[in-house]
């Protein structure tokens, strides 16, 4: 399973949290977030991907971000058109397209992305895009009716060790890709717990999960 640690804001701790060797690093470009990234990303591995996450901007801009950073994977995470999505793949990048859920979930909404994006993400519907700190019921995604991969996300932290593993025994991990922390290894928001995350770092990658 892989990891994503989204949110990172702060030079030195991208440094630290680099040195654990995430599949994926996540940079959010949204003025509103608390986590909004505006310096530049320090020299870290170039097996750790680089993600910008977006919410409603034009291409341009997040072309113009690409470029910047390096980004090497843009993260959807408004209301998106399957053009846009297409106009960023076609581009070079990966595209994730995130999806919120509550108590419930339309699967079909999915269907007019799948050729134009290469993961989805599933998210805690909340009061932000997201960060909100707390699970969704991941049961729905027993009804998952793709086999394109995804990204689980959403208020996960040391405490759903356990819930993950029996997710992870479910129908509904088949296509899992990897798991999106964020919020839950804070010490503020931008800031986090290199300590916890390698604790949880561990814990996913490990057979035992």
């Known amino acids: 399973m892989k990891l994503k640690v989204c949110g990172m804001k702060y030079q030195d701790n991208i ?4 040195a654990l060797q995430p599949d994926y690093l996540g940079f ?37 971000q690409i470029e910047t950073h390096g980004l090497s994977v ?3 995470h408004g209301y998106e058109s399957p053009e846009v999505c297409r106009l960023l793949k076609s581009a070079g990048v990966k595209v994730i397209k995130a999806f ?8 079909s ?48 932290g040391l405490e759903e060790i356990e819930s993950l593993k029996a997710f992870l025994e479910s129908k509904a991990s088949k296509y899992c890709h990897a ?9 503020e928001p ?11 770092k561990k814990y996913v990658t490990s057979s035992d999960l």
């Open 100 to 107: 919120s859920i509550k108590d419930q979930f339309d699967f």
């Open 190 to 200: 931008g800031l986090k717990d290199a300590g916890s995350l390698n604790e949880f």
């Open 74 to 76: 843009v993260q959807l």
């Open 179 to 187: 798991i999106d922390v964020n919020s839950k290894f804070e010490v």
């Open 15 to 18: 440094i630290d949290v680099a």
């Open 28 to 64: 959010i470009f949204h003025k509103q977030s608390p986590r909004h990234f505006e310096a530049s990303i320090p020299d870290i591995s170039e097996q750790i991907k680089k993600v910008g996450v977006f919410v409603d901007e034009k291409v341009e801009f997040i072309s113009s």
């Open 109 to 156: 909404v999915l269907t007019r992305y799948e050729a134009v994006c290469d993961y989805f993400l599933f998210d805690t519907k909340g009061k932000l895009p997201g960060g909100n700190g707390f699970t969704f019921d991941w049961t729905i995604l027993n009804e998952y009716p793709s086999t394109k991969p995804y990204l689980l996300s959403g208020g996960i």
